[in-house]
């Protein structure tokens, strides 16, 4: 952190903060607009897996929270050589290795996540820098798509995960290195979308620079930059003064899972029993104008690929962006890390160490949300929604008529958690502006036929609110090849709470119904498919919240007429008895019922785990924290 | 004598301009009539013959903006429980699913909620049939379902009936069958299919532009028989043109026929007149600004002609029709001024509307909005309208002194903090017609109008950079101006994906031929004669792997392997344009084929206005007040002028103010006004 220069804002202009504060976010909504347009990859041009930010000079960040964007490390390595006109590039996730003890972190992630930085000068001064990374399609190794979940089976590293590109300039003072180009080019399966997203990234860049330059020309270079430090102060204000006052003093302490990493870590046994679920344990501490979130306790890193390479700072704006829940129109940017205070053990899986697997690091990032919803639902006595889980990543692979190897990836969301005051949202995805790929793109562009999308029935937690739907969707393949999919919450579905109960978790069956049915484990690599094969993908729900019994029987009725619940969960879950063929709901029967299985049932608890996950934390003695299971 | 008469009808006022044969212009307002707009439509025509002392046969041709199919779509006013849509089995979720976006930031999934589908779930029914993307049958259609669906609609009453088949843009033949059995079924239905309202690929958007268009029917069609039986009762016989959403007019028949079409057509005037009106000034390349009370409609307008989205939105639906790229800003005079976290202040998009109205309306409004800070900082006079509408000083001062004590600044530094920020929510706007696409804003003039735009001008002059405004005569009315100055356009298109080296010259001349077809044909039913019919094409294109599409005009004439050559390079330079590179060694791949009809319409001629001297005439100022110049000069005396005193060739220095009968013009310090021979203000900078 930079701490040398802080200005009191009271000796700023309050109206220009409020200009400068808009042109940078205008400047992120520019950035992305072009990326949105000119990119190939589907990840960054359909499911907007890709971010831009703005940062000062001294390479805090600016802009709404953008929560991998880091750039201290690029300027600790050329302090004195960042020239106008230069854009560096890289994708490393480990850097400086050779410095003990531990090297570093760059703030990038997943070798997948190309990063291309520019900096802003104004005559010839460096005032500001911009940043754009994006998924791209393929970086290289051992499966297409770059993103292994454990190829080979006994474990892999980030050598498997594809070409690791330090920091280093792909642009010299305005002049292309066409052989750093070439380099990085050369090493992905598919150079020309990936040259195709490098141009997207570099030319939004150069247009958004344009605007910092701009800002400088009106107002001055000085009274900009003192705008820039001010607006990270005034973020931290309005934590400390809107935020923070929201949420109760005291500490919280909630566990939750990542479905395992693949690896069975019980010989003998399947991935289904012998796979050890990694725990994030999230102990969240409030008092006063400090909020301090503790991992001890956390799973050590694995030898798949959910390792999430994070340090200190960047979980503090990680967990910076939730807050942004509690006042949705703060900026949230560097100010965050003057309020949240991060404990942060190494070797974790949140924090593990060269040259740890780290390609699928977005299901701890998930379950790092739900691990904090959890601490506020014990905060907030159940004034917090259910779990969910966000994302379910396939990739497909063929040979052309023209011999040549091509790609699909899609990105499903899933339903989202049940709220204290409604139901969870069906199929949606935490990216924001993620969309799916149309099924008439999809068909006309690669060889699939997609016979059926629908909403996943019984897929939602039930509760008094019912958790969001997952997808159900059903592949033809036209083409034989191969087939990737990974997914989080198979066997450990999104809790319910406050008496709702878990979602549906996601199951994969290739060729279902037939001789050849097989039951896919929910991270596997390079499934064979011949032309033919069926695929039927079933996407999870969101937890629900509050008794079921004490759903409103309209509701319940509405939804088996809508195809979202079945008739037989309507009975057995919601206590609610229809009567066919038009589901006229029975008053008395339903009043009978409800009684009935009020009476029989256990006690219901904050937390509704699910007996499977009971069941496995059991077999692998994971004690969980009194009163959240 | 003949007049030509456009009626635009907002969301307070029927605004009329009626323009005679030897060019003479007239304009009026009268209240709008929420409960039934054609009834103020037909108040205006009253009140018109009446002012003008014409009689109806003298009028020729009306043209008709109305804000109608927008307002029924935002206020959900459609009729919900009527709307029926028939899918391809295993479709029955699209609705529901959408395209799983999330608006907004990170995080927003765990709160955000999906708003209500345009039909109930309940109403969705799936048919066996099925294509695939070539457009060859893998399911035949199964015409016992489509009759039971028929049927049961019926039964329930469910009128207006949607049908969107997957793959149906290559292959309307399933489509085509199912509405006739509907019909036979239930003949009192109405029934849009996808492959007539949109045939392009991307099955969601598709839908839904079809179901917007089927739910909008039952309004459009009874506004569109209403206005024509008013128009009956006042005598007048004249035809009657609607303006649609791409910039083009349409009969009253194609309103009824396809009512999506008209969910722009009040901005779409705006813009139309603001590029009319720039053009008449000597100005090609313009930015138009329409600032009213809640909303500012910015528009960019290249070589006279404003752009064309197919990526627009309607409230919370996506539009994938040809329309006006105009984008609105919540930024208007009524919008209000708060406090957020951290005491940041923001402008809008709240707005106080005209109840209870800005603080200084005196009509219970305490908060301190646009036009408060205006009236505070002495750049609006003391009433408007004629003396209408009277404004409270007092009023405004309480409302932005309380703000500026929270904020701890002075009052004037607060009420210029206000107008400084609704000037940066507008330049975001501006930002986003211009920037994104690929045009640098100080290349362009800003033609500024409604109410309040002629007082912004000045201001964002000075933030973009560029060279100057354009403020037309009747600021108020500008829009009802564009509806003169209109062709009838339609638009045809139709998806054909084909790599570059894949591309079948044929088939690219076997869709052109059949969309100039449907086109020309057309426009006969739209009573044009063939010489003043006109046929332009335009592709989409984009880099394989791409998920946008470049649009490109193409030349007429034979497709030949050149054509196609030519085709490609225009789209290399346009992408070069747009987004500062091209790569000529990457692969193309055309996506749609499109085909604009134009049907030409005589522009009225405009009366120039008697010319000057350098120097305003002694009527022209009114006298001085003190107006704030920024924190530097702070409070100084300005002169007043009155506008409709001012003459061709004349010029005047900022600082100063310029008032009108329906809006006020604010010149800064270092920027001048001349008057042009139409009576526009060109507003620029002085160079020194």
Not at chain 1, 332 to 356: H, K, Q, W, Y
Not at chain 1, 382 to 405: K, M, Q, R, S
Not at chain 2, 520 to 527: A, F, N, S, T, Y
């Amino acid at each position: 952190m930079s701490p040398e220069v802080t200005s009191p804002s009271s000796t700023v202009d309050p109206i220009l903060l409020d200009i400068v504060e808009g042109a940078v976010e205008a400047t992120i909504v520019e950035i992305e607009s072009y990326v949105d347009r000119t990119a190939r990859s589907t990840v960054v041009r359909e499911q907007h897996d890709f971010r831009a930010a703005v940062f000062d000079k001294e390479t805090r960040l600016l802009s709404r929270v953008s929560f991998v964007a880091e750039i201290q490390v690029l300027k600790d390595k050329f302090a004195g050589r960042i020239h106008e006109g230069d854009v560096f590039i890289y994708n490393s996730v480990y850097t400086n290795m050779f410095e003990a003890p531990y090297g570093r972190y760059t703030g990038i992630q997943h070798l997948g996540d190309v990063c291309v930085v520019e900096p802003v000068f104004y005559r010839g001064e460096l005032v500001a820098f911009v940043q754009c990374f994006g998924h791209v399609q393929d970086v290289g190794g051992t499966v297409v798509g770059s993103l292994p979940w454990h190829t080979p089976d006994d474990g892999q590293t980030i050598f498997h995960e594809g070409i690791q590109i330090p920091i280093i300039k792909l642009y010299e003072r305005g002049e292309l290195n066409w052989s750093v180009l070439e380099l990085i080019l050369t090493n992905s399966r598919f150079p020309k979308e990936l040259k195709g997203d490098i141009d997207a990234f570099v030319f939004a860049l150069k247009k958004a620079a344009r605007r910092i330059i701009e800002l400088c020309e009106r107002y001055g270079p000085e009274a900009v930059q003192t705008c820039f430090f001010a607006l990270i102060d005034r973020c931290a204000r309005a934590i400390r003064q809107d935020i923070l006052p929201q949420i109760p003093n005291g500490t919280y302490t909630f566990e939750d899972f990542a479905d395992g990493d693949g690896i069975i870590d019980i010989p003998g046994q399947d991935k289904w029993s012998g796979d050890e679920p990694l725990k994030i344990r999230c102990r969240l501490s409030k008092r006063g104008e400090k909020l301090t979130v503790d991992f001890t306790g956390t799973s050590p890193q694995c030898l798949g690929s959910l390792n999430l390479a994070g340090d200190e700072r960047f979980y503090k704006k990680y967990f910076g962006s939730l807050l942004r829940l509690y006042a949705p129109e703060v900026v949230i940017n560097e100010g965050v890390c003057d309020v949240v205070e991060v404990i942060l053990p190494r070797g974790t899986f949140l924090s593990p160490n060269f040259p740890a697997s780290v390609g699928n690091r977005w299901v701890p990032m998930v379950t790092l949300i739900t691990a904090y919803m959890g601490c506020l639902m014990q905060a907030t006595e159940g004034n917090t929604p259910a779990a969910f889980n966000f994302a379910i990543v396939a990739g497909y692979w063929w040979e052309n008529e023209e011999g040549y190897l091509s790609f699909m990836r899609e990105i499903w969301g899933n339903g989202s958690g049940a709220r204290p005051y409604a139901d969870g949202t069906d199929t949606v995805d935490m990216v924001p502006e993620s969309k799916n790929i149309p099924i008439e793109f999809m068909e006309s562009a690669y060889p699939i036929l997609l016979t059926k999308r629908a909403l996943g029935v019984d897929s939602g937690g039930p509760g008094k609110y019912r958790g969001g739907l997952g997808y159900f969707e059903e592949w033809v393949f036209l083409a034989g090849g191969h087939f990737q999919i990974g997914s989080g919450c198979e066997r450990i579905p999104p809790w319910g709470a406050m008496g709702g109960k878990p979602g549906r978790g996601v199951k994969f069956v290739l060729n279902p119904g037939t001789d050849l049915e097989e039951h896919l484990y929910h991270y596997v690599d390079n499934v064979k498919v011949k032309k033919g094969d069926v695929l039927h993908i079933y996407g999870a729900g969101g937890g629900g919240w509050g008794d079921p019994l004490e759903r409103d029987p309209l509701m319940v009725q509405r939804d088996v007429i809508q195809g979202k619940v079945s008739p037989e969960s309507a009975r057995a879950d919601y206590g609610v008895v229809l009567r066919n063929p038009a589901w006229e709901i029975d008053d008395r029967g339903t009043m009978t019922l409800r009684e009935k299985l009020r009476k029989e049932r256990p006690p219901l608890r904050m937390f509704d785990r699910g007996e499977q996950a009971l069941e496995l934390f059991r077999r692998f003695n994971i004690r969980l924290e009194p009163g959240t299971y | 004598m003949s007049f030509r008469v456009g009626i635009d009808t907002g969301g307070t006022f029927v605004d009329v301009v009626a323009v005679s044969d030897r060019g003479e212009l007239h304009s009026l307002k009268t209240p709008t009539t929420p409960a039934d707009p054609s009834v103020g439509v037909g108040e205006a025509l009253e009140k018109t013959l009446r002012l003008l002392h014409i009689r109806p046969s003298e009028i020729n041709s009306i043209f008709h903006g109305t804000t109608i199919a927008t307002n029924t779509l935002l206020q959900h006013s459609f009729g919900r429980e009527r709307l029926g849509l028939v899918v391809t089995q295993g479709c029955r979720y699209i609705l529901e699913i959408a395209r799983q976006t999330v608006p907004g930031a990170f995080g927003n999934m765990v709160i955000w909620e999906k708003p209500e589908r345009l039909v109930y779930l309940e109403n969705v029914r799936e048919i066996r049939e099925r294509r695939n993307y070539r457009g060859e049958v893998l399911t035949p259609l199964d015409e016992g379902d489509v009759r039971e669906a028929a049927r049961e609609f019926k039964a329930r009453g469910i009128q207006q009936i949607a049908v969107s088949l997957l793959h149906s843009y290559v292959n309307p033949a399933h489509e085509g069958r199912v509405r006739d059995l509907i019909q036979e079924v239930y003949p009192q239905s109405s029934v849009s299919i996808s492959s007539e309202i949109l045939p392009e690929y991307r099955e969601y958007e598709r839908t839904l532009t079809t179901l917007l268009d089927v739910a909008l029917r039952p309004t459009m069609s009874t506004y569109a028989e209403r206005l024509e039986q008013c128009l009956k009762t006042s005598g007048v016989g004249a035809p009657v043109s609607y303006m649609k959403s791409n910039g083009g007019v349409g009969t009253l028949a194609e309103l009824k026929q396809s009512p999506v079409s008209a969910v722009l057509s009040g901005p779409a005037a705006g813009v139309l007149a603001g590029a009319f009106v720039a053009g008449l000034a000597g100005f090609r390349n313009v930015i138009t600004m329409d600032m009213g009370g809640t909303s500012t409609d910015i528009c960019l307008v290249e070589d006279g002609r404003p752009f064309i989205t197919t990526e627009g939105k309607v409230d919370i639906y996506p539009l994938k029709i040809p329309m006006v790229d105009v984008i609105s800003i919540g930024a208007g005079g009524g919008s209000v001024a708060w406090l957020g976290a951290g005491n940041s202040l923001r402008v809008g998009p709240r707005s106080a509307g005209s109840h209870p109205g800005p603080a200084c309306y005196g009509r219970g409004g305490v908060e301190p909005t646009v036009t408060d800070a205006h009236l505070f900082l002495g750049r609006l006079p003391q009433t408007l309208l004629g003396g209408e509408v009277i404004l409270d000083r007092e009023r405004a001062a309480t409302a932005i002194g309380e703000l500026a004590t929270r904020m701890g600044v002075k009052p004037e530094a607060a009420a210029e903090g206000i107008i400084e920020i609704a000037n940066y929510n507008m330049v975001g706007g501006i930002r986003k017609v211009s920037v994104e696409r690929g045009r640098d804003p100080g290349d362009y003039y800003l033609v500024a109008f409604g109410g309040a735009g002629p007082l912004h001008a000045g201001h964002l002059i000075e933030i973009l950079r560029i060279r100057g405004a354009i403020i037309p005569p009747l600021p108020g009315t500008t829009s009802a101006l564009g509806l003169l100055v209109t062709d009838l356009r339609g638009d045809w298109v139709q998806t054909l994906i084909a790599r570059q080296d894949r591309i079948d010259v044929r088939a690219v001349s076997g869709v052109y031929g059949e969309l100039e077809r449907r086109a020309w044909d057309h426009l006969g039913r739209e009573g044009v004669p063939p010489e003043r019919r006109r046929v332009v094409r335009f592709a989409d294109l984009r880099y394989v792997g791409q998920g946008y599409e470049v649009r490109v005009e193409v030349e007429a004439g034979e497709i030949t392997p050149a054509f196609v050559q030519t085709m490609i390079e225009r789209f290399h330079r346009a992408h070069d344009l747009a987004y500062g590179y091209c790569d000529r060694n990457d692969m193309v791949e055309l996506v749609n084929l499109r085909v604009q009809g134009i049907g030409l319409v005589d522009r009225p001629t405009f009366k120039q206005l008697p010319m000057g001297d350098l120097t305003p005439g002694k009527a022209a100022l009114k006298g001085s007040r003190s107006v704030y110049l920024g924190r530097e000069q702070g409070f100084q005396r300005c002169p007043v002028y009155v506008r409709d005193e001012l003459m061709g060739g004349n010029r005047l220095e900022g600082p100063a103010v310029i008032e009108q009968y329906d809006s006020t013009v604010f010149v800064p310090p270092g920027q001048q006004v001349r008057v042009d021979p139409y009576g526009n203000l060109i507003l620029e900078r002085i160079e020194r």
